[in-house]
T-cell receptor
Framework: DAEITQSPRHKITETGRQVTLACHQT?????MFWYRQDLGHGLRLIHY???????NKGEVSDGYSVSRSNTEDLPLTLESAASSQTSVYFC??????????????FGEGSRLTVL | AQSVAQPEDQVNVAEGNPLTVKCTYS??????LFWYVQYPNRGLQFLLK??????LVKGSYGFEAEFNKSQTSFHLKKPSALVSDSALYFC????????????FGAGTRLFVKA
């Protein structure tokens, strides 16, 4: 079965360190997204990509970057981790073929703690 | 700009009773609306969607949602709640200007008491 996997599922890091969260999907979807989930805020969009070499900023992109070198992967990098980036991060994908309505398929999440 | 509001942080209902989880939206043009459910320590799962057509849409696990254009609402409903329906529910609106990004509400926690 197709799926979307995130790693690591849990990570503790220190302020100022660089952190990369991996996302890998086997749906063959062109669209991929990174969200963060915080109490009271729901899910907020960090970055998204509509295909290889395409990346776009979401509503809370400061301090984060992504790259898309193939269809399957969209790693999220925190350049210099801050305590405000302690959160649960979700990767999602969707089909952009004509006629598809864009419902999202989510990974299980990566819980990041920045001390 | 598109936005979604879920006015209730929490909804409590007794098992067997009908449930409603409220959602209102703001979008230019025709909305693409979704409901997702999140169980503890899991990712979100798609429940149902409204794109066009019948205002009452049916989805997974016996859930349905009613689209009301005049009230800009898309409330989630179920005729008879189950304890296993207890979860976090998110309303969402998708970009309808050619893109695919989706904006989520803050979420509503549903507690179904036995």
């Amino acid at each position: 079965d197709a799926e979307i996997t995130q790693s690591p599922r849990h990570k503790i890091t220190e302020t100022g360190r660089q952190v990369t969260l991996a996302c890998h999907q086997t749906w063959n979807h062109n669209n991929m997204f990174w969200y963060r989930q915080d109490l009271g805020h729901g899910l907020r969009l960090i970055h998204y990509s509509y295909g290889v070499q395409d990346t776009n900023k979401g509503e809370v992109s400061d301090g984060y970057s992504v790259s898309r070198s193939n269809t399957e992967d969209l790693p999220l990098t925190l350049e210099s981790a801050a305590s405000s980036q302690t959160s649960v991060y979700f990767c999602a994908s969707s089909d952009r073929r004509q006629g598809q309505t864009g419902e999202l398929f989510f990974g299980e999440g990566s819980r990041l703690t920045v001390l | 700009a598109q936005s979604v509001a879920q006015p209730e942080d929490q909804v409590n209902v007794a098992e067997g009773n009908p449930l409603t989880v409220k959602c209102t939206y703001s979008v230019s043009g025709n909305p693409y609306l979704f409901w997702y459910v999140q169980y503890p320590n899991r990712g979100l799962q798609f429940l149902l969607k409204y794109i066009t057509g019948d205002n009452l849409v049916k989805g997974s696990y016996g859930f349905e949602a009613e689209f009301n254009k005049s009230q800009t609402s898309f409330h989630l409903k179920k005729p008879s709640a189950l304890v296993s329906d207890s979860a976090l529910y998110f309303c969402a609106v998708r970009d309808n200007t050619g893109g695919f990004k989706t904006i989520f509400g803050a979420g509503t926690r549903l507690f179904v008491k036995a």
